[in-house]
């Protein structure tokens, strides 16, 4: 009858424990996957100055497309195709605004208007960067040109699972 009751016991206390040990076990690894996921974020989301520069070149780049003697693009036949491959640099409040103002969409194509590139980051010169939160950072940048005179440049990037231009405005 007493190994009846201490086996009872000791099941009640088995019982008792299991799910409590589960449950530590499950939430230290979810703390372990949380912290992991964190830390994963945080170096994703640095921006380098590589990354300044390639996304800035790249953004500029799509605006100066190859073009024919008659200035029709060679490799987008719409704007929705060429907003889609500025979609890889900017968010479409960036680059809506830009494609519309430069390209025109005709029947037989797209064609670039013949006028200057705007004002734009210069690689070479020195900029300020400024962290806004875990998903943004602006650079400032002042420049001058022969066409543009003096102007000082805001870029502000967002990281969305990986760095685009997200805002671009003139101080």
């Known amino acids: 009858m007493l190994q009846t009751?201490?086996?009872?016991?000791l099941a009640a206390i088995i019982m008792l424990l299991v799910p409590f040990t589960f449950t530590l076990s499950y939430q230290s690894d979810n703390i372990t996957a949380v912290t992991?996921?964190?830390s994963k974020a945080a170096v994703q989301q640095e921006l380098h100055k590589e990354q300044i520069e390639q996304l800035t070149s790249a953004f500029m780049a799509k605006i100066t497309q190859d073009i024919d003697t008659n200035y029709k693009v060679l490799n987008h036949d719409t704007k929705e195709e060429l907003l889609k491959s500025f979609d890889e640099v900017a968010t479409r409040d960036v680059s809506q605004p830009i494609v519309d103002f430069y390209f025109t969409e005709e029947a037989d194509g797209l064609y670039i208007v013949p006028t200057e590139t705007p004002a734009w980051f210069n690689p070479d010169n020195s900029y300020k960067v400024e962290t806004d939160s875990d998903n943004y950072v602006t650079i400032t940048q002042s420049n001058t040109d022969d066409l543009h005179g003096n102007y000082t440049i805001e870029i502000k990037f967002?990281?969305?699972?990986?760095?685009?231009?997200?805002?671009v405005k003139y101080l």
């Open 5 to 9: 009751t201490w086996k009872k016991a």
């Open 36 to 38: 992991a996921e964190k």
């Open 158 to 167: 967002l990281y969305d699972g990986g760095w685009k231009i997200a805002a």
